[in-house]
């Protein structure tokens, strides 16, 4: 009975379902519904990552635990009807930023959910964020609809944000190397305003200027938007990383920035 019902999903195209759906479609109890799904869930067919929403997992997939987590990703979002997307260093990697695979997929949500899902080897860290209104994201097509990812823009002001979900700050730096070349300096300035985030171009502006790029002018143009667009307004000194001491440390005038750590020995032993 339940083996049907899941191929009956699959061969209509369907990729999940609700408990009840099939409570409704089976005519079951909540009881026995319970212990259906429960021994599906043991044999590998089904994961259950939001209360009420179960995914069906086919053969190829079953030795990991759980669909691609870039294909699980939608239909949560579908079924708590949250706005979302793919952010920091999971979404560095639709733009051609793959240094290193993230041990976790990183999704905004303004959903608050503590604890990391974890599907056998399919891991989704959920970072709350209060408003995700007009924030700007790009749509990829995969297999369980379209999925929402940050532009390179928000992602580079997000990594330094939330610098402690970005692995280090060679880490970043090395993602932010990656990205310059997908940058608009205009979009990035107009949305750091519109985040109330000016400080963060601060940021990237000193570091985008330390590191040395194949396009010398792609760069050069990009620092001297990001000069100008911070000379209207007043400035305090900022530290490049909120988490670690600034006592002694010296300051850069140009960018106002306190300089905590130098990421440039890291860095290049990173990209090397």
Known sequence: MYSEYLEDLRSSGRRSFTSKEIRKTLNLSEDAAKSGLYRLKRRGKLISPINGLYVLVPPEHRPYGS???????????????????????????YFGVAHQKPAKFQV???RRIKHSLKFGQVVIELVYK??????????????????????????AIDLFKYYNRGGGISHIVTVLFNLVASLDGNKLINLAKDMN????IQRIGYVVEKIDLIDE???????????????????????LVCNMPTTACSRCKKWKIIENTDFERDFFRTIA
């Open 217 to 239: 002018d792609k760069k050069e143009n990009l620092v001297k938007k990001l000069l100008e667009s911070l000379n209207d307004n007043e400035r305090t000194y900022i530290p």
């Open 197 to 200: 985030e000016i400080c963060q």
């Open 67 to 93: 669909i691609p987590a870039e294909e699980l990703v939608p239909l949560m979002m579908k079924h708590l009807e949250a706005e979302y997307y793919v952010a920091l260093l999971s979404a560095a990697a």
């Open 108 to 110: 905004m949500c303004r």
């Open 130 to 155: 209060g408003s995700l209104s007009h924030l700007p994201t790009q749509d990829f097509l995969v297999s369980t609809g379209y999925l929402k990812v940050a532009t390179p823009e928000l992602i």
